[in-house]
């Protein structure tokens, strides 16, 4: 079996609007939801793959009824097992295009294990984490994302659970592909979600979605006109960290710590600055974490963008090349020879 | 020279010692030489709990039975006429599994103050000083000592020497029973081609164990236990859990499909997975997930994607499995999942038997979510069922319970194995393209049988989402219409329904509709159920046996089946699981008979049940 697929020819002339299922949307109206919907859609066309050769494929939650709206294949699981099911999918059939859609609950709660293992398997497949810090779909609980001292309905008092940093949890898991997007930021999104097709193994997209119902504006320091850009900053392979609404600021790394400079004083210039390196393990570790409260004086600003890329086997390829391997070892399978074994006899 | 032979019909021996004292080898190379020699037989290996309980103790004693005969086996034996034991413990463990006059083979250095002290039998009370074995015929060797001497010349070490001692065993009781070494001169050659001081410290001790049964004059005469005649036809030995495995592999082979295979491991279903990773050449995707529900949803995404999916288990496992279960139901795709079962509740018994998870199969989920259950009855019909599993799969498009137990899973017999030609045709019906000219796509549209098509990704033209939520009964897209959500659980339970009339109809194995009472049995307890009613029919007593291998649905003809008889006994390893289904579905007044004890009925125990039921 290839692990790629030929590019057919119709595929060029599909739009947007050719991946758009029949079904109505049942998000709440506002929820950052349908604008993470709106650029994959608007994405697919781009990526020369035939509709029937894309699969989308989710747990529950919110977000995980994303595969409802696409018109390509997919399926709506279990809670938390989207990971391991997509994962059984790609071994059977490589060169399909898998996208699997998750919430905060859904993979880092009760999927948290598929997920830490797909990663480590890095099988050649888009993860889009729709982080929104709250569980949506049962009402607005707590999540492994939201912020400890956090008031709903399960912490009436304040929820006195430290969070994940979702992002080091992956690079922990030996991620090869791990990136941040917002869904008020849809061209970025489109660049982010096109890079993670590109990239031959898991890819992680981690999306700061608002639930403007259970937990508006949670992401506001990073979507809001007045802070976001001194609140964010957006990663490019091979150019330096600035960000600021003047970009002013810039990062530096002291030893191990990364440092803000101010740019405006003379003291440090552009050219000082950290140079962003996707390749680079160390420094994606230490720019994941960057996970401040935006709030907090002297905040390091939240990165977004390709954080590291790394080329490593994929499972599935590693796995038929076993298979083709031991059939060239064994020769070609003889059910019958299989069945006698090595020790029989005959009865007349 | 020995050479006076006495006929025997049947033989039980039960190969005992400490679990490093190398007992299943023993037992496994008796066990090849005896079905290459033409034997009928039978094993049960009774595994300790703990992989290395502590040396010498009653928790580390290894057991290997093996009922062998020229008449037709059914069942490892009940008591065995032979015990060989490597130690006080094993002793200690099985002496009261051996009959009144039976012949015990023991290793007088497994019997000095540390291991009698480790068997927690007092020095004075040592079992081959106290009289305590006079009705049996003992024969004692320190073992240990004739193994090293028979090794002076060798260079190995005394660990690696003692090792060996195990081949004594085997080449003393090949000799017993009069038969060649060769298969297991075969055998060590292929395993210990690379270490030449091994395979010759190997040989040289079995010869030396087969020289010395012939010159010691311990036995006045050999035994001889005739070839069986056995149907014609092609056979080798082979153990449930291959059987099940070499099912699997064949199903995949004749439906052309790729077979994958997601699982966790765990006593007793890993060699089931231990056997497929063998045969990759077959193009077989073994995934050993991160845990059972990993498993059995990775089967479910590479059922998805258009492979022949499995999974494999034990009970608490299973468990785990519940509610992807009750997706892949829902979603209507096929998949097989086996529970080999072992002793629960729990974590339980795990190296023990039992038949305690059939209500688990039947209803263990959430909603109404029937699926088919099917069970094996022995070793060799591991293959038939799991091929089984399969077939209703994948033609039926629904997960599919396969039931196999710790028993039959370890145990062996021979297999006259059939030609992949002769194999059930298995068809798959994959959804075809179309074009945008088509009618709009219908996933959940039936066939006459109720089945829907399976349309994999890639397929053009058939684009569709499935999942968890209740669907529309054409569109498949989400519904919480009443109506249809009450006609789509009738008409899931209806496809199941229908399977009664794609599986074989139920028969007697023996006895006839105008015997005195039925036994009915289901899954492994076949084999003692068997041997009981044939002892009871040479005695003129005409018992009917029927054992149920299809259990949802049941055959469509057991009701009628089952009227015929005034008394019916249900044997099962259990607290009554299948007698519940029985009564609920038919009204019948069977009786019970319960053994909850993690071993198999012995035939004893069913037939004071039968004669007491006869009686009343
Ligand atoms: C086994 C199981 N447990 C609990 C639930 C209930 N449940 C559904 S979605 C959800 C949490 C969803 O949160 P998240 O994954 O963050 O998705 P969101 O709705 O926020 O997009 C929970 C607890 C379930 N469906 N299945
Ligand atoms: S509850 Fe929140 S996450 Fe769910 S649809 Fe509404 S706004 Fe979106
Ligand atoms: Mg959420």
């Given at each position: 079996m290839?692990l790629e697929?030929?590019?057919?020819?119709?595929?060029?002339?599909?739009?947007?609007?050719?991946?758009?299922?029949d079904?109505?949307?049942r998000?709440?109206?506002?929820?950052?939801?349908?604008?993470?919907?709106?650029?994959?859609?608007?994405?697919?066309p781009?990526?020369?793959?035939?509709?029937?050769?894309?699969?989308?494929?989710?747990?529950?939650?919110?977000?995980?009824?994303?595969?409802?709206?696409?018109?390509?294949?997919?399926?709506?699981?279990?809670?938390?097992?989207?990971?391991?099911?997509?994962?059984?999918?790609?071994?059977?059939?490589?060169e399909?295009?898998?996208?699997?859609?998750?919430?905060?609950?859904?993979?880092?709660?009760?999927?948290?294990?598929?997920?830490?293992?797909?990663?480590?398997?890095?099988?050649?497949?888009?993860?889009l984490?729709?982080?929104?810090q709250?569980?949506?779909?049962?009402?607005?609980?707590?999540?492994?994302?939201?912020?400890?001292?956090?008031k709903?309905?399960?912490?009436?008092?304040?929820?006195?659970d430290?969070?994940?940093?979702?992002?080091?949890?992956?690079?922990?898991?030996?991620?090869?592909?791990?990136?941040?997007?917002?869904?008020?930021?849809?061209?970025?999104?489109?660049?982010?979600?096109?890079?993670?097709e590109?990239h031959?193994?898991?890819s992680?997209?981690?999306?700061?979605?608002?639930?403007?119902i259970?937990?508006?504006?949670?992401?506001?320091g990073?979507?809001?006109?007045?802070?976001k850009?001194?609140?964010?900053?957006?990663?490019?392979?091979?150019?330096?960290?600035?960000?600021?609404a003047?970009?002013?600021?810039?990062?530096?790394?002291?030893?191990?710590?990364?440092?803000?400079?101010?740019?405006?004083?003379?003291?440090?210039?552009?050219?000082?600055?950290?140079?962003?390196?996707?390749?680079?393990?160390?420094?994606a570790n230490?720019?994941?974490?960057?996970?401040?409260d935006?709030?907090?004086?002297?905040?390091?600003?939240?990165?977004?963008?390709?954080?590291y890329?790394?080329d490593?086997?994929?499972?599935?390829?590693?796995?038929?090349?076993?298979?083709?391997?031991?059939?060239?070892?064994?020769?070609i399978?003889?059910?019958?020879?299989?069945l006698?074994?090595?020790?029989?006899?005959?009865?007349? | 020279?020995?050479?006076?032979?006495?006929?025997?019909?049947?033989?039980?021996?039960?190969?005992?010692g400490d679990?490093?004292d190398?007992?299943?080898?023993?037992?496994?190379?008796?066990?090849?030489?005896?079905?290459?020699?033409?034997?009928?037989l039978?094993?049960f290996?009774?595994?300790p709990?703990?992989?290395?309980?502590?040396?010498?103790?009653?928790?580390?004693?290894?057991?290997?039975?093996?009922?062998?005969?020229?008449?037709?086996?059914?069942?490892?034996?009940?008591?065995?006429?032979?015990?060989?034991?490597?130690?006080a413990?094993?002793?200690?463990?099985?002496?009261?599994?051996?009959?009144?006059?039976?012949?015990?083979?023991?290793n007088?250095?497994?019997?000095?103050?540390?291991?009698?002290?480790?068997?927690?039998?007092?020095?004075v009370?040592?079992?081959?000083?106290?009289?305590?074995?006079?009705?049996?015929?003992v024969?004692?060797?320190?073992?240990?000592?004739?193994?090293?001497?028979?090794?002076?010349?060798?260079?190995?070490g005394?660990?690696?020497?003692d090792?060996?001692?195990?081949?004594?065993?085997?080449?003393?009781?090949y000799?017993?029973?009069?038969r060649?070494?060769?298969?297991?001169?075969?055998?060590?050659?292929?395993?210990?081609?690379?270490?030449?001081e091994?395979?010759?410290?190997?040989?040289?001790?079995?010869?030396?164990?087969?020289?010395f049964?012939?010159?010691?004059?311990?036995?006045?005469n050999?035994?001889?236990v005739?070839?069986t005649?056995?149907?014609?036809?092609?056979?080798?030995?082979?153990?449930?859990?291959?059987a099940?495995?070499?099912?699997?592999?064949?199903?995949?082979?004749?439906?052309?499909?790729?077979?994958?295979?997601?699982?966790?491991?765990?006593?007793?279903?890993?060699?089931?997975?231990?056997?497929?990773a063998?045969h990759?050449n077959?193009?077989?995707?073994?995934?050993?997930?991160?845990?059972?529900?990993?498993?059995?949803?990775?089967?479910?995404?590479?059922?998805?994607?258009?492979d022949?999916?499995?999974?494999?288990?034990?009970?608490?496992?299973?468990?785990?499995?519940?509610?992807?279960?009750?997706?892949a139901?829902?979603?209507?795709?096929?998949?097989?999942?086996?529970?080999?079962?072992?002793?629960?509740?729990?974590?339980?018994?795990?190296?023990?038997?039992?038949?305690?998870?059939l209500?688990?199969?039947?209803?263990?989920?959430n909603g109404?979510?029937?699926?088919?259950?099917i069970?094996?009855?022995?070793?060799?019909?591991?293959?038939?069922?799991?091929?089984?599993?399969?077939?209703?799969?994948?033609?039926?498009?629904t997960?599919?319970?396969?039931?196999?137990?710790?028993?039959?899973?370890n145990?062996?017999?021979?297999?006259?194995?059939p030609?992949?030609?002769?194999?059930?045709?298995?068809?798959v019906?994959f959804?075809?393209?179309?074009?945008q000219?088509?009618?709009?796509?219908?996933?959940?549209?039936?066939?006459?049988?109720f089945?829907?098509?399976?349309?994999?990704?890639?397929?053009k033209g058939?684009?569709h989402?499935?999942g968890?939520?209740e669907?529309?009964?054409?569109?498949?897209?989400?519904?919480?219409?009443?109506?249809?959500?009450e006609?789509?659980?009738?008409?899931?339970?209806?496809?199941?329904?229908?399977?009664?009339?794609?599986?074989?109809?139920?028969?007697l194995?023996?006895?006839?509709?105008?015997?005195?009472?039925l036994?009915?049995?289901?899954?492994?307890t076949?084999?003692?159920?068997?041997?009981?009613?044939?002892?009871?029919?040479?005695?003129?007593?005409?018992?009917?046996?029927?054992?149920?291998?299809?259990?949802?649905?049941?055959?469509?003809?057991l009701?009628?089946?089952?009227?015929?008889f005034?008394?019916?006994?249900?044997?099962?390893?259990?607290?009554g699981?299948?007698?519940?289904?029985?009564?609920?579905?038919?009204?019948?007044d069977?009786?019970?008979?319960?053994?909850?004890?993690?071993?198999?009925?012995e035939?004893?125990?069913?037939?004071?049940?039968?004669?007491?039921?006869?009686k009343?």
């Amino acid at each position: 079996m290839a692990l790629e697929k030929d590019i057919k020819e119709e595929v060029q002339k599909l739009t947007a609007k050719d991946f758009v299922s029949d079904q109505d949307i049942r998000w709440c109206p506002g929820c950052g939801d349908y604008s993470i919907l709106k650029q994959v859609q608007s994405v697919m066309p781009e990526l020369g793959i035939a509709k029937e050769d894309i699969v989308f494929i989710s747990g529950i939650g919110c977000s995980s009824r994303f595969p409802y709206y696409m018109n390509t294949y997919g399926m709506h699981s279990i809670h938390g097992r989207a990971t391991a099911i997509a994962s059984g999918l790609k071994a059977a059939r490589p060169e399909l295009s898998v996208w699997l859609v998750t919430g905060d609950g859904d993979s880092l709660s009760i999927g948290g294990n598929h997920l830490i293992h797909l990663l480590r398997r890095n099988f050649d497949l888009n993860i889009l984490l729709f982080n929104n810090q709250i569980y949506g779909l049962t009402k607005g609980q707590y999540s492994p994302t939201s912020e400890v001292g956090k008031k709903t309905k399960s912490t009436p008092l304040g929820s006195i659970d430290h969070p994940f940093n979702p992002l080091a949890l992956c690079m922990g898991a030996e991620s090869t592909f791990v990136a941040r997007a917002l869904d008020r930021e849809p061209k970025h999104m489109r660049e982010i979600l096109l890079r993670a097709e590109q990239h031959k193994g898991t890819s992680l997209v981690e999306i700061y979605q608002n639930c403007n119902i259970f937990n508006d504006g949670a992401f506001g320091g990073f979507t809001d006109k007045q802070l976001k850009k001194d609140n964010s900053l957006y990663l490019k392979h091979g150019e330096p960290l600035v960000f600021g609404a003047k970009e002013d600021k810039g990062l530096i790394l002291d030893g191990f710590e990364p440092k803000i400079v101010d740019l405006t004083t003379g003291e440090y210039t552009v050219s000082d600055l950290w140079i962003h390196d996707e390749k680079c393990r160390n420094k994606a570790n230490i720019l994941t974490r960057f996970f401040d409260d935006p709030s907090k004086e002297n905040a390091l600003p939240r990165p977004f963008g390709i954080f590291y890329q790394e080329d490593r086997f994929r499972y599935e390829e590693a796995l038929y090349e076993q298979l083709e391997t031991h059939k060239q070892q064994k020769g070609i399978p003889d059910l019958n020879k299989l069945l006698a074994g090595t020790n029989s006899w005959e009865v007349e | 020279m020995t050479q006076v032979q006495q006929k025997l019909e049947q033989v039980t021996v039960l190969f005992a010692g400490d679990s490093g004292d190398g007992i299943q080898l023993t037992g496994t190379q008796f066990t090849t030489n005896t079905a290459l020699f033409g034997n009928d037989l039978s094993t049960f290996p009774d595994f300790p709990a703990e992989i290395r309980a502590p040396l010498g103790t009653i928790a580390g004693v290894s057991g290997f039975q093996i009922h062998f005969g020229s008449v037709d086996i059914y069942s490892p034996g009940d008591r065995c006429d032979v015990l060989v034991v490597m130690n006080a413990a094993a002793l200690k463990k099985n002496i009261s599994r051996l009959k009144e006059r039976g012949t015990i083979i023991v290793n007088t250095s497994g019997f000095d103050k540390r291991n009698l002290r480790l068997a927690g039998i007092k020095e004075v009370e040592n079992p081959l000083n106290n009289h305590s074995l006079e009705g049996f015929k003992v024969h004692e060797f320190d073992i240990t000592k004739l193994t090293r001497e028979s090794l002076k010349d060798s260079k190995l070490g005394t660990k690696d020497r003692d090792r060996s001692k195990n081949m004594f065993v085997l080449g003393f009781v090949y000799w017993m029973y009069n038969r060649k070494i060769d298969s297991s001169i075969d055998f060590l050659k292929a395993k210990f081609a690379a270490k030449p001081e091994i395979l010759d410290a190997n040989i040289t001790v079995l010869k030396a164990g087969y020289h010395f049964a012939d010159t010691c004059e311990t036995f006045s005469n050999r035994f001889e236990v005739k070839p069986t005649k056995m149907a014609t036809g092609s056979y080798r030995n082979i153990i449930g859990n291959q059987a099940t495995a070499l099912g699997l592999i064949a199903a995949a082979h004749k439906s052309k499909l790729d077979l994958f295979y997601g699982g966790y491991p765990i006593t007793p279903a890993s060699d089931i997975l231990h056997e497929l990773a063998k045969h990759k050449n077959f193009g077989i995707k073994t995934f050993q997930a991160e845990d059972e529900i990993a498993g059995i949803c990775a089967a479910i995404g590479a059922s998805f994607g258009g492979d022949l999916a499995v999974t494999a288990s034990s009970g608490p496992g299973i468990a785990l499995k519940g509610e992807a279960l009750g997706l892949a139901m829902m979603l209507e795709i096929p998949l097989v999942v086996v529970n080999v079962q072992r002793g629960g509740p729990s974590t339980g018994l795990p190296t023990k038997t039992e038949q305690a998870d059939l209500m688990q199969a039947v209803y263990g989920r959430n909603g109404e979510a029937p699926i088919p259950v099917i069970a094996a009855t022995s070793p060799s019909d591991c293959f038939t069922m799991a091929y089984e599993a399969c077939r209703i799969a994948i033609e039926f498009m629904t997960p599919v319970f396969f039931l196999s137990d710790g028993y039959i899973a370890n145990g062996a017999e021979p297999w006259r194995y059939p030609k992949a030609s002769d194999l059930k045709e298995i068809n798959v019906q994959f959804a075809k393209e179309r074009s945008q000219d088509d009618p709009a796509y219908l996933p959940y549209k039936r066939n006459e049988k109720f089945v829907r098509e399976w349309a994999i990704p890639g397929t053009k033209g058939v684009e569709h989402r499935l999942g968890g939520l209740e669907k529309d009964k054409e569109t498949g897209n989400v519904s919480y219409e009443p109506e249809n959500h009450e006609y789509m659980v009738k008409v899931r339970a209806q496809k199941i329904a229908e399977i009664a009339n794609h599986i074989p109809e139920q028969d007697l194995d023996n006895g006839t509709e105008k015997s005195k009472l039925l036994v009915l049995g289901w899954g492994s307890t076949y084999g003692s159920i068997k041997t009981v009613v044939k002892e009871l029919a040479t005695e003129g007593i005409d018992i009917a046996h029927a054992q149920i291998k299809y259990i949802q649905p049941m055959p469509r003809n057991l009701g009628d089946l089952l009227s015929k008889f005034d008394k019916i006994l249900i044997p099962e390893m259990n607290n009554g699981q299948l007698i519940t289904l029985i009564r609920d579905q038919y009204l019948v007044d069977a009786k019970p008979l319960n053994k909850i004890k993690g071993v198999p009925f012995e035939a004893r125990e069913i037939k004071e049940a039968i004669l007491n039921m006869l009686k009343n």
